[in-house]
């Protein structure tokens, strides 16, 4: 459900594009300097887009490193650090963790199993330190797993769960920003629901896998996908964004779209 949310390079500048991988190696840095090496297999750009937006709001500056990356040893890297990405650092493995977890009581997947064993430790200090946020997304996944077992076929019902998920993520500042991120993580979490499940559309009627758009044409998608976005775009404008606006409206007007304009053109 996560691989949407990531930027256009092709519609940022140079510096942008420099920026925006900075803080991806920041929150990879994090991954395993904080939680071990390992960890760093769970990394997701959709959580840089979580580290930069609360940043953002927030006004948090960023420590500015320089040095190798033990998976890309061979040329030295900028790395961009503060306390939310070592946030989305956490919630990043969390959600590996609970998908893991969840894919091995539903499907038996052994290699499921593995994974979350890796991540067992972690996830116990990343509850302790984060509950409200671990036992939503446990909760919620658990919720989606029950709904695709009963076929449900109205596509707002499991977005609204995974909605419900993403709002949590988002809503870790203990301040009255706190509902806005919720609100926007919610609706973000509605359209990324919706946005996988039409592009996994015809693959998943191919193999018999649930998906809420069954009984729809891909294209039939598209006037729904446009107005969870704009429903997005409006819990967005909320937000007082102090930081990286180009970068964020690039991911929130283009880069999510990516995925969706490839598919429509049969890539």
């Known amino acids: ?96 963790y609970y998908k893991y977890i969840d894919d091995w009581q539903d499907d038996n997947s052994k290699s499921a199993y593995m994974k979350a064993k890796l991540f067992s430790k972690e996830v116990e200090k990343i509850a302790e330190k984060y509950p409200e946020q671990c036992e939503a997304i446990k909760k919620c996944l658990s919720e989606l797993t029950e709904i695709e077992k009963n076929g449900v076929l109205v596509p707002d019902v499991p977005a609204v769960v995974f909605g419900k998920l993403l709002g949590s993520v988002f809503a870790v500042l203990d301040t009255p920003l706190k509902s806005y991120l919720y609100d926007f993580g919610f609706a973000l979490g509605k359209f990324i629901y919706v946005m996988d499940a039409a592009v996994d559309l015809k693959s998943d009627i191919k193999k018999q896998k649930y998906n809420p758009f069954i009984q729809y044409s891909f294209i039939d998608t598209e006037p729904v996908l446009q107005m969870l976005m704009a429903e997005c775009v409006e819990k967005y404008k909320v937000l007082p964004i102090k930081q990286d606006k180009e970068i964020i409206e690039n991911i929130l007007f283009s880069g999510v779209w990516t995925a969706f304009d490839a598919r429509k053109k049969g890539k």
Not at 58 to 83: D, I, S, W
């Open 1 to 96: 459900m996560f691989g949407f949310v990531v930027a256009n390079p092709q519609k940022l500048t140079d510096e942008q594009n420099v920026r925006y991988k900075a803080v991806y190696c920041g929150l990879c840095e994090d991954l395993g300097k904080e939680r071990g090496i390992k960890c760093r297999i769970a990394l997701t750009y959709d959580l840089v887009f979580l580290a930069i937006v609360l940043s953002s709001v927030c006004g948090e500056e960023y420590m500015e490193t320089v040095g190798r990356c033990p998976v890309h040893p061979a040329k030295k890297r900028k790395f961009l650090q503060n306390k939310y990405t070592s946030y989305a650092a956490d919630m990043n493995i969390a959600l590996a």
